[in-house]
Each structure stands twice: as C-alpha cells, then as structure tokens.
C-alpha cells in the first residue's frame, strides 16, 4: 500500500472532503462473475459427493468454473504475467487465490472427465474449493473494509457457494429431495439477514463506513437492491414449489443465479474506500 508522509500538523478531526458523498464504486463485473462462477462450480461439486453422483453435475460445475476462471483473466492487468503469483505466496491473499484456483482446475478436471471413480478425488477437489473461497474471502477481508468485514464476506462467499450449488443440484439432479430444499431456503434466508442488517446500518448517528454503504444501497443502487431481493424472493419461493412444480427448479435456479449476481454487483459498489483526508 501508498504512504503519505508529511511533516505538517492535521487535526485529529480532519475528514476527507468528499466523506459524504455517495458515490458508487466500480461493479468490476469480471470479479462479479468470477467470484459467482466459481463459487457456483465449488457448491455443486461438494453438494454432489455429499448425495449422489452425478456425471452431468460435474460436467457443469467444470463449466461454471471455467466461466469464472476465464471471466478473472479479464480483470488481470497483465494475465501472461499470472505466473508470479507463486512469488507472492508467503504474504498475498491473491497469490493464494490464483494458486489454489490453478490446482483446482487441474482436480476438477480430473474429476469431471476422468473415468475413474474416485472419493479421494472428489474430496480433493471439495477442500481445495473451499480453501479457495476462503482465499477470496481473505483477499476483500485484509482490506480492512467494514463492508467486506470477515463475517459478512465468509457468509456471502460461502452462502453463495452452497446455496446455489443447492439450487443447481435440486434443478439437474433431484428436484425432489425436501432436506436439500430446505438447506437452500435456509442458506438464503441467512444471507439475506446479514444484507439486511447492513442496510439497517443507515440509521447510526456517526457517518461512518457502515452507514454509507447502507445509504448507497438505499439510495444511489436502490434499484440494484430492489432488483436483488425480488429475484431472492422469486427464487426461494420457486425452491419452496420444487416439489410440486417440475419446472420450478430451473426456474429457481435461473432466479437465484441472477440475484446472487445482482448481490455481488452490491458487494463491490457499495463498499466504503477509505481516501485521505
């Protein structure tokens, strides 16, 4: 990081002039549908070895992550230069990441297209999952963002990664298991309550970091909060109907996909950046 030095006196109370105003930041859409994508293909295989095999699971969870793999190439600078994130290992929470996700890739692969049935193999490639959504987690978390605090981001991460890996699950493989149903509906309602707790933060006295993020969810990305809790809602109640309707597991799917892309869309440009003062 940037150190400013200066030899000059600066009140304790001094702000950044601009401290008030809402302004959004960057969606960076590439990380949108990386973080998505991948998460998506880490749920699907770990809900897979925990129930049933399935080949047809796999193949999209292969798919979903290499959509998401392919998708974090475009926000890399210099993508020939990604090598060097071996270098990097010892001290950067996005070395991790790259590194974690490359050996993901080659466990997965392996998995999905290998005629080998394999447990050992499709655990390996459940813990290398999650160790690379906690990588992710770490990445947003060292920032020391309150938006992107651990709690909430291990909730979104992870909530994202199991419950629409559910969603997926129920759709491609047994849209009649009323546990799985039941986990989905829960996972979601969860995230939901943590989105919702940040958003109550608008009311606090002080202007702080909390609080601003609350007041652009509320008013500059209103329309992207209101976008991202109807779909939520919309895809909870098609996972509630899966049972009785077969085609509203596609459509839950369909539903929560979209709305988990609309929540992290919110995850980056409601986010608070700390500037001088």
Sequence with gaps: STRYVTDRQ???????????????????????????????????????????????????????????????????????????????????????????????????TAHAFSDLQSQTLAWAVVFTGMIGVFTSVMIYHDTKRPFWALPYTALRFYGTALGIGSAAYIMLVNPSEIFLHLACITIFALKAIIETKQITYARNDEFDPDKKSALLMLHPLINFTVARFSLLTAGVTAIALAPLFHFSPAIAFLLLLSSELFERVLFFKAVAAPKMP
Excluded: C
């Design 10 to 108: 600066i009140q304790e109370n001094t702000v950044d002039a601009d401290k008030q105003v809402l302004q959004p930041e960057p969606a960076h859409l590439p990380l949108v549908f990386m973080l998505v994508f991948t998460q998506l293909a880490i749920g699907l295989f770990t809900i897979e070895v925990l129930y049933r095999e399935s080949h047809l699971a796999r193949y999209v969870a292969f798919a979903a992550m290499t959509i998401g793999l392919s998708a974090s190439v475009l926000h890399l600078g210099r993508p020939l230069g990604a090598w060097r994130a071996f270098l990097g290992l010892r001290r950067s929470w996005l070395s991790r990441e790259i590194v974690t996700f490359g050996g993901l890739s080659v466990l997965a």
